[in-house]
């Protein structure tokens, strides 16, 4: 539900501190990561793990914004986005903006986020402090400007609270090989396909773009289901993720 004029600054605040936000994001590396930031920049976080999920919390809760990765399990972000619109016009709510996280910036994506009533897109990898801009300004631009808003990220020092999660990416990182090896051997290339998408998220703090670039093209070899394109990816993540350690442990 859309948060109650009486008990925040609404959504045309330009600042963020208190802000209620909703996060949508099934990546627990991506939850810690971006919770993290913006409790630390003074918002209020809900967490949901999947688009169903994330309905039922915009229900059951009062937010100024939602964030929200768009492919989701359960619920995908387009028709999540699409029943909270259809909720919000059957109870005359307010529309709560929703900015929309994916790993494209295609004309295509972005006319469906537009279609979906999405306010704003930022295309991932993004730099932490765009997606603060994105909270401070959703509620001053207009949802034309604001879905070609986005622009290529820039790299940024770690935040302290981010960097201390730095051990917990890494491990991750060495699990997701770990799955893409044993999927591999399986062919099970949708679930390849997934662990690249979540990769091209967690590059916006923990290795850069190389690790997301690593992780859109397994998803784009997934895809097409090309075993040896994986095979030659899968070792450079290896060897990606053993000097992200090393820098680690330097810091």
């Known amino acids: 539900m859309p948060a109650s004029p009486g008990t ?65 399990p359960v619920l995908d972000g387009w028709s999540a986005t699409k029943e909270i619109r259809a909720l919000e016009r059957a109870n005359i709510w307010p529309q709560t903006p929703i900015i929309a996280l994916t790993a494209s910036a295609s004309n295509e994506d972005r006319e469906l986020c537009r279609e979906a009533g999405c306010t704003a897109l930022l295309t991932k990898p993004l730099a932490l402090s765009e997606l603060l801009e994105a909270v401070r300004k959703h509620g001053t631009l207009p949802v034309d400007a604001a879905l070609s808003s986005n622009k290529a990220s820039s790299e940024e ?31 099970a290339f949708e679930e390849i396909g997934r662990c690249g998408h979540q990769l091209v998220g967690v590059g916006t703090v923990v290795g850069g773009p190389s690790i997301s670039d690593l992780g859109r093209a397994l998803e784009e070899a997934a895809a097409k289901r090309e075993r040896t394109k994986v095979n030659e990816l899968v070792p450079a993540l290896e060897e990606r993720t053993t000097a992200l350690q090393r820098f680690s442990l330097d810091l």
């Open 8 to 72: 925040s600054e609404g959504v045309s605040n330009i600042g963020i501190v208190g802000k209620s936000v909703l996060l949508v994001e099934d990546y627990a590396v991506n939850q810690l990561i971006f919770a993290a930031y913006l409790r630390r920049a003074g918002c209020k976080i809900e967490i949901a793990n999947h688009g169903r999920e994330g309905v039922e919390l915009f229900l059951a809760g009062e937010f100024d914004v939602v964030i929200r990765d768009m492919q989701m």
């Open 157 to 187: 020092p770690l935040d302290p609270e981010v960097q201390s999660l730095l051990p917990i990416a890494l491990r991750d990182l060495r699990q997701r090989a770990e799955a893409i090896w044993k999927s591999l051997a399986s062919d």
